[in-house]
């Protein structure tokens, strides 16, 4: 007889089951039905993720309730010497695109490969620097990278320190995330705090956070990744419009907004 409230951060095992584990996706699609069917209401971290659950399993629309998420208020632009400093202390170039995320099929490093990979080899494109464990069925991303001809220019930060990541982000000439799917998106928000012009998938929940403070293309279609980053990084006047924005758009996200909405709902279902 307790009321119970759900968070769902995403239906990531029904859009993309492929990139996940039998057993995992076994579960998930065995007890999601049932905890949304009982909890007393939901949390969806997204609008994308709240329309995922009606369309799953016709759940009310008045019984989720959207609270976004936000980047941590470590991630803001950092000045030049910590900059510097990271860039030494991890063994980078001045200039670098970053990724910033585990290594998994969803995260679309295949595709991202396909499309630098020319670009870097005609120089238009610096190195990719790759922040991020290695997940399941990595392997082949990993294949694809062993014969790739511009390997020497994909960089492996391996683990990186909490307090140095706003660093890494600030110093990127762009970050780039063509993930085909996420429930929430917190790499993309992260770097847009920091100062980094960003370009990212046009699916799932990744438009309602960047909003028109990114470069947004079809992560399915390596062409598109290929000419969006060319465009975003011969442009350094669309690189700098897209800072400005990026600052401003991340401030619109809170994590203390997202923890005053939580209590007012935990509130009003006890009550």
Known sequence: NIPTVLTVHDLIFRHLPEHHKRLNRWYLNATM???CRRARHI?????ATRQDLIAAYGVPPEKITVVLEAADPQFTPQPPERIAAARERYGLPERYLLFVSTIEPRKNLT???RAWEPLYLAKE??????VG???WLAED???????????EGVLFTGYIADGDLPALYSGATAFTFPSLYEGFGLPPLEAMACGA????????SLPE??????LTVDPTSVDAIRDGLRRLLSDAELRADLRTRGIARAAQFSWERAARETLALYRSISG
């Open 33 to 35: 039905p049932l905890y």
């Open 111 to 113: 595709r991202l490969l």
């Open 197 to 204: 012009p960003v370009l990212c998938a046009n699916t799932s």
């Open 125 to 130: 494109a610096p190195p990719l620097v790759i």
């Open 209 to 214: 956070v960047v909003g028109d403070a990114a």
């Open 133 to 135: 464990k290695r997940g």
């Open 141 to 151: 991303f990993y294949a694809a990278l062993e014969a790739s001809p511009a390997r």
């Open 43 to 47: 949390i969806a971290v997204s609008e």
